[in-house]
């Protein structure tokens, strides 16, 4: 019973936000949420936040989606009192709500802890959910400080967090997440709706996600001008000033210190650079062979979260897939769900 429940009552919330899409006056309290993010952080801005909202009703929130993502674990499904804390990052729009709905669908209890860079929007889309049946808020709490007494943990952060989180939730059953960039690998022969497909995965949300493609692995002839050219319609997306000016300060510095770059007009190529880069740069990496390719991702294995345009880890995701997950893409390939079932 309570699985079909949940299946109702969110496909409905998919589709209350679909209409709030198409209507953004039917709904002055979500609306007013989208502007209270975007004051917390420049970088939500309404159009990150709509393709955000829209991505979740579409790729989460169908009735037949919900019901094939539970339909394996239909026998362990039940509602209990077991609460499973989570501690969401704040890197891009809702990014914590798989991890909500993923508790709520094995049917237990949630504790939130939002970063404060995004703690507004969820809380909405809850109460737009709380609406169609009064029961979930009694599902979900939110709070603002970090959980110190707790069942299970479901934490995301950078490194310095992530380690934190394991050193004080470790005798706790959990998953715990550091940071993580995904890559693409071009041939030369890509299409023009692949390198399209390819400027969504570098630059929406202004590649601030783990899914971001924020490293290219090239071949060692390949002509980085045409490929900027085809990415040029992408400058209106990160029309930001914070991500512009994180762009001419890479920039900069780059040329300072005497660093090779080459300058795609809103964001500038690097080799060799961090993992992921900063704000405003996209990583490079030439190779000459295959086998090239294939040391590059053993030696990063631990650091990668999708690799678009090439196959790996028995996967291949194209060009323009990876910012649109569907409910089984886990994070870290962890079935959260399945993890939370057999350990509560």
């Known amino acids: 019973m309570y699985r079909q429940v949940f299946i109702k009552d969110f496909s409905q919330l998919g589709l209350d936000l679909k209409f709030f899409l198409a209507d953004q006056k039917r709904d002055l309290s979500l609306s007013s949420a989208m502007e209270d993010s975007f004051k917390k952080n420049p970088l939500f801005t309404r159009q990150m936040q709509i393709i955000a909202i829209d991505a979740i009703a579409t790729n989460f929130l169908s009735r037949d989606a919900l019901a094939v993502w539970t339909e394996p674990y239909a026998d362990l499904i039940e509602e209990?009192?077991?609460?499973?804390?989570?501690?969401?990052?704040?890197?891009?729009?809702?990014v914590g709500f798989h991890d909500l709905l993923t508790v709520l669908a094995s049917g237990r209890r949630a504790l939130v802890k939002m970063s404060t860079k995004d703690s507004s929007l969820l809380p909405a889309i809850a109460e737009a959910l709380y609406s169609i049946n009064h029961y979930w808020k009694g599902r979900i709490t939110f709070t603002d400080s970090l959980p110190e007494v707790v069942e299970?943990?479901?934490?995301?952060?950078?490194?310095?967090?992530?380690?934190?989180?394991?050193?004080?939730?470790?005798?706790?059953p959990g998953i715990i997440r550091g940071s993580k960039y995904s890559v693409a690998v071009l041939t030369g022969k890509e299409s023009e709706e692949d390198i399209k497909g390819l400027g969504k995965d570098i630059f929406l949300y202004y590649g601030m996600g783990c899914r971001s493609v924020s490293t290219l692995l090239l071949p060692a002839d390949y002509k980085l001008s045409k490929l900027t050219a085809a990415l040029s319609s992408f400058e209106s997306l990160v029309s930001s000033e914070v991500y512009r000016s994180a762009y001419l300060y890479q920039k900069a510095i780059s040329a300072v210190s005497g660093e090779w770059f080459e300058d795609g007009k809103f964001f500038i190529y690097k080799r060799d650079t961090t993992t992921p880069p900063p704000l405003g740069v996209v990583g490079i990496n030439f190779y000459s062979e295959k086998k090239e390719i294939e040391n590059y991702f053993l030696k990063h294995s631990e650091s990668i979260q999708c690799v678009v345009n090439y196959r790996y880890d028995n996967s291949h995701i194209e060009p323009g897939k990876t910012q649109y997950p569907v409910l089984d893409d886990y994070a870290d390939g962890i079935n959260s769900l399945e993890f939370i079932l057999k350990n509560s």
């Open 152 to 172: 299970m943990i479901i934490a995301t952060g950078g490194e310095k967090a992530s380690s934190y989180f394991k050193n004080l939730y470790s005798k706790i």
């Open 80 to 94: 209990r009192d077991f609460c499973v804390s989570i501690v969401m990052a704040g890197n891009l729009p809702l």
